[in-house]
């Protein structure tokens, strides 16, 4: 980042393509919509070029990354608001087989078992992620898949840790309570 | 030993901590030993870490093939815009706009002052006309004395007749 903040715009290009694909995982995860998820990870992405000269190292990129993150799924989703766009998240959208899905039932005229009940868990889980408020969401899926400490999970969401350990506690709880039917 | 291990919410409170490593040692030792003690407690961990597995089952899609290079050409794009907007050019048409929007309120407000002092001030001719009366009689005010003589002659009835009498010696 700091090549990339003296004016090197191939550095700038190897932490896109060093972060797109977890970034991308995390918004579509913030969301429940992939194709809205790389729209707005290239918003993070642009805020933090234009932002590149006034960069100080005194954090680790990452946290910073996921802090602009934060900030633009939060104001995605109320803008959303706003509009009174409706969107049907994946998790929404119940137990609706996928068209390729689709077409292999109707080939073989059976549905894999297992593959309904993964696609129902993983529905399940979704809709389980959608109950949590923003901050749990995000606090959980950095925590989960970026393997951020609280400290730094706190850094991002401009939170204490003891808040994170809070906030992580009760997010927890709540999905233990939508899930407890599937934890086997 | 069981029946003796309350869970309090604070316990409930540190076990997601507690799984996550974020507990401090004296905390840690003091969850070990309510889980050692307490089969709720163990079924309540238990229960929070199968159910954070189930989070490995949400998608994580990646980024399309032309993300990295759209993203970088956009970025750059909208460099060579802000680049312009901090030009000396651009300041220079700012600083102008700037000082023709002033001077443009500047006309605007001494129009309206105009316009207004010439609705609303009395002007010269309108004094006059105020004192149009005074004025037809002018000459029979001066030829009387003053216009205080004659304030007097309304407010004094002796001197009418005075002047009446001093007016009937003369004629004899």
């Known amino acids: 980042m700091l090549r990339a903040k003296e004016g090197d715009d191939a550095a700038f290009s190897d932490l896109v393509l060093r972060y797109q694909d977890r970034l991308v995982g995390l918004l579509s995860n913030m969301i429940g919509s992939p194709d809205g998820a790389e729209d707005l990870a290239q918003d993070v992405f642009l805020r933090i070029y234009r932002a590149r000269h006034g960069y100080e190292a005194n954090a680790k990129f990452s946290t910073w990354l996921f802090s602009v993150a934060h900030n633009v799924a939060c104001n995605s989703k109320r803008s959303k608001v706003r509009r009174r766009e409706v969107q049907l998240t994946p998790a929404e959208s119940g137990s609706m087989p996928l068209p390729q899905q689709q077409i292999v039932a109707d ?38 898949f970026e393997g951020m400490s609280y400290a730094d999970i706190g850094a991002a969401l401009d939170m204490s840790p003891q808040a994170v350990k809070s906030l992580l506690s009760r997010a927890r709880d709540n999905l233990r309570l939508a899930l407890e039917g599937y934890v086997r | 030993m069981e029946k003796l291990t309350r869970l309090t919410a604070e316990h409930r409170d ?123 009689q002018y000459d029979a ?29 003369a004629n004899q």
Request: no cysteine; proline share 3%; aromatic share 8%.
């Open chain 2, 14 to 136: 540190n076990f997601a901590a507690y799984l996550d490593g974020e507990l401090d040692d004296t905390l840690t030792r003091h969850i070990e030993t309510v889980l050692s003690q307490s089969n709720v407690a163990r079924n309540d961990v238990e229960m929070l870490a199968k159910t954070y597995e189930l989070l490995d089952l949400l998608p994580r899609p990646k980024a399309s093939g032309e993300f990295s290079e759209k993203t970088l050409a956009i970025a750059r794009l909208k460099d060579s815009r802000t680049d312009f907007l901090q030009s000396p050019t651009y300041r220079r048409l700012q600083r102008a706009v700037r000082w023709t929007g002033w001077a443009a309120i500047l006309f605007s407000a001494s129009a309206l002052s105009y316009s207004v002092a010439r609705y609303r001030a009395p002007v010269e001719d309108d004094l006059l006309l105020d004192d149009l009366n005074v004025i037809r």
């Open chain 1, 107 to 144: 080939k073989s005229g059976l549905m894999p078992t297992r593959l309904f009940q993964k696609k129902e868990l993983q529905d399940r889980v979704q809709q389980a992620m959608g109950s949590l408020n923003e901050r749990q969401r995000m606090a959980v899926l950095l925590h989960k």
């Open chain 2, 141 to 169: 005010y001066k030829e009387a004395g003053g216009i205080e003589f004659l304030n007097r002659l309304g407010l004094e009835n002796s001197l009418i007749e005075n002047m009446n009498a001093e007016s009937s010696r």
